[in-house]
């Protein structure tokens, strides 16, 4: 497609259910990113791809958050034991090129998780 | 540290005026700024960067942004606002030293009053 697609665009799921949100960013690009939205806040950071290696997952609030790229396209977040705090839009983004680079990065529509 | 403030939660224009939605930044290394909108139930679009070179920067839709480096700086602006500019304004910074991410501001309600 022409742009990032996330799916599912909505979530309900129970408190201490697993999830998993997916991106499909923009072909060709390499670098990927998954930010978390709430309500009232900007977008915060949580872990960057370039290719198939998470470069940076110092975003990750703990270790119940994991993030996985294995043939550096699509990208799948994965929360364990969710948390009713987990609740939020999860934004994925994609780039040409990430690192250094000053390239601007292009969003999905994102998936909003409720954790009930 | 990065950070992004973005002082004003809500501007409103009247439509034809012109409007400026305020970001001031703080970095280390070279400062890559960047503006996005959000509408209601879409993701965020861009809309212009500043990376080097001039410090008027033009985007889509007729917006521009001043980079101004003393008073670390990025202001949104357009010289005459219609309805439809009535949306989420999101400033953002990157840097020479911490590319990989980019740090929000907590958002600009903008609302154009017909």
């Known amino acids: 497609g022409a742009g990032v697609s996330q799916t599912p665009s909505n979530k309900v799921t129970e408190k201490g259910k697993y999830v998993e949100l997916r991106c499909d960013p923009i072909?060709?690009?390499?670098?990927l990113y998954w930010y978390r939205q709430s309500l009232g806040q900007g977008p915060e950071f949580l872990i960057y791809?370039?290719?198939?290696?998470?470069?940076?997952d110092s975003g990750l609030p703990n270790d119940r958050f994991f993030a996985v790229r294995p043939e550096g396209s699509v990208s799948t977040l994965k929360i364990q034991r969710t948390e009713r705090g987990d609740s939020a839009v999860y934004l994925c983004?994609?780039?040409?090129?990430?690192?250094?680079?000053?390239?601007?990065?292009?969003f999905g529509q994102g998936t909003r998780l409720t954790v009930v | 540290a990065q950070s992004v403030a973005q002082p004003e939660d809500q501007v409103n224009v009247a439509e034809g005026n012109p409007l400026t939605v305020k970001c001031t930044y703080s970095?280390?290394?070279?400062?890559?700024l960047f503006w996005y909108v959000q509408y209601p139930n879409r993701g965020l679009q861009f809309l212009l960067k500043?990376?080097?070179?001039?410090?008027l920067v033009k985007g889509s839709y007729g917006f521009e942004a001043e980079f101004n480096k003393s008073q670390t700086s990025f202001h949104l602006k357009k010289p005459s606002a219609l309805v439809s500019d009535s949306a989420l304004y999101f400033c953002a910074v990157s840097s020479s030293r911490t590319g990989n991410q980019f740090y929000f501001g907590t958002g600009t309600s903008l609302t154009v009053i017909p």
């Open positions: 791809f370039q290719g198939t290696g998470a470069a940076d």
């Open positions: 072909s060709g690009h390499t670098a």
């Open positions: 500043y990376i080097t070179g001039d410090n």
């Open positions: 970095v280390s290394g070279n400062p890559y």
């Open positions: 983004a994609s780039s040409l090129r990430g690192g250094r680079a000053a390239i601007e990065a292009f």
